[in-house]
């Protein structure tokens, strides 16, 4: 584990200061789609799993049926959660996937969806390793690319393998107009899995560790569409949860490396005219991981600061008087000795920044005059962290300064 992390951030610290790192760039070719273009879904590319949804034992309400809440409606598929009984169950809805029809190992997988949101809903576009059932989750594998649940903005992408015990790993990113179109994606290689959506990327993780026990993800997957409702994560529907609730989808996608991968299928002609770009933006990402990178800028609350572009490429931060702090939830993955790097201007050299964990102070670092606030040099301090989910705050004991970077490195 320690070994991935680190290479982690070592990609990401070559990739702050600029080192070219030899990376492969992928040419994408169409290998498979469904644009769900007929009138009805295409047999070919899914099945219908039947049957109450809580024999997943994820405790969802509702009773997939086979075939009656799925249809394609201009070009679209929809998947339609109703409020009715079936099967001693309260909810009807529908889960198709593509086991045994089409299965990939890496490629870059995308669907565009638009899902529906309400107490209790649960949209998913995931993959499961094509060896499931006869290897139990989480031995198959699992990987989540988009997963929503009620009515936040967050989107969840995912994976879970088995090494002793299930492990996973993973971020959401809170995405504006939820409710609307976007591009829901991955990239995945045999080192690294990276989310995206609307082609901006939020996640990366890597299964190069062979400690970690990620053989899962070299193996096939295949693709399942649901839109459940209820269960142990989202909850039951409310009074205000509207029903017939709508996933739709316009298409999925599946390209591979041209280098690497050999088609497997002929994909239909992609439409004419592409879809037009949605005009959203991604608001903030969370659940950054320590060994890491962290922009300054993409806190998760802040006081008394505010953002401008940065010289070095993005945003920095601005902390102009003293007082002002910006919080960052984190995942710490192991308890130790970390090196923090501030990647820091000052045209004043008053400048003082405090790191505090869960309110105790770890580090106090003073920022030099660096000759102007855009002028960038790295500030390091090293700190105590333990492992888990928690909130890191940098305060400006004194300000007169700009942040545009943190990183976190383990110390030996
Ligand atoms: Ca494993
Ligand atoms: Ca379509
Ligand atoms: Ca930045």
């Not at 802040?302 to 920095?316: F, K, V, Y």
């Not at 500030?379 to 943190?406: C, D, M, P, S």
Request: include cysteine.
């Amino acid at each position: 584990m320690v070994k991935r992390l680190y290479l982690l951030f070592i990609l990401a610290l070559c990739a702050a200061i600029g080192i070219l790192v030899p990376v492969h760039a992928a040419t994408w070719i169409l290998v498979w789609n469904d644009e769900f273009s007929g009138s009805s879904i295409d047999r070919a590319n899914w099945n219908f799993e039947t049957g109450p949804s809580d024999s997943w034992n994820s405790g969802e309400l509702d009773y997939c049926t086979n075939g009656a809440n799925v249809r394609i409606q201009d070009g679209v598929l929809v998947i339609e959660a109703r409020q009715e009984n079936v099967g001693g169950m309260n909810y009807t809805s529908a889960r198709i996937n593509t086991k045994g029809k089409r299965e990939f190992t890496y490629g870059k997988i995308e669907a565009r969806i638009a899902i529906p949101t309400g107490k209790g809903l649960w949209p998913q576009f995931w993959m499961l390793g094509a060896n499931y059932p006869g290897m139990a989750w989480p031995g198959c594998g699992e990987i989540d690319i988009m997963s929503h649940t009620n009515t936040d903005r967050l989107n969840y992408g995912s994976i879970y393998w088995d090494n002793n015990g299930c492990q996973s790993y993973g971020a959401n990113v809170r995405v504006s107009n939820i409710t609307s179109y976007h591009v829901y994606s991955i990239e995945w290689s045999p080192a690294t899995i990276k989310w995206f959506v609307d082609g901006i990327q939020y996640c990366e993780g890597s299964l190069l560790d062979d400690a970690a026990g990620m053989e899962e993800f070299q193996k096939p997957f295949f693709i399942v569409l649901n839109l459940a409702v209820g269960g142990n994560w989202a909850g039951s529907p409310d009074a205000k949860t509207v029903f017939p609730a709508k996933m739709l989808v316009d298409y999925i996608r599946v390209y591979q490396d041209e280098a690497s991968i050999k088609p497997t299928s002929s994909p239909t002609p992609l439409p004419a005219s592409p879809t037009p770009k949605p005009t959203i933006t991604i608001l903030a990402v969370t659940g950054k991981g320590i060994p890491g990178k962290i922009e300054a800028e993409n806190y998760d609350d802040m006081s008394g600061i505010q953002t401008e572009a940065c010289s070095e490429g993005g945003l920095n931060v601005v902390i102009r008087e003293k007082g002002g702090w910006m919080d960052y939830h984190v995942r710490v993955r192991t308890t130790g000795s970390y090196q923090v790097s501030y990647r820091v201007a000052s045209p004043s050299g008053t400048g003082q920044i405090q790191l505090l964990a869960n309110s105790d102070l770890l580090a106090t670092s003073t920022i030099p005059n660096t000759g102007g606030w855009q002028s960038w040099i790295t500030v390091k301090a090293t700190v105590n962290l333990k492992e888990g989910t928690q909130t890191l705050r940098l305060y400006a004991r004194w300000g007169g300064f700009n942040i545009n970077w943190i990183t976190f490195e383990q110390r030996k």
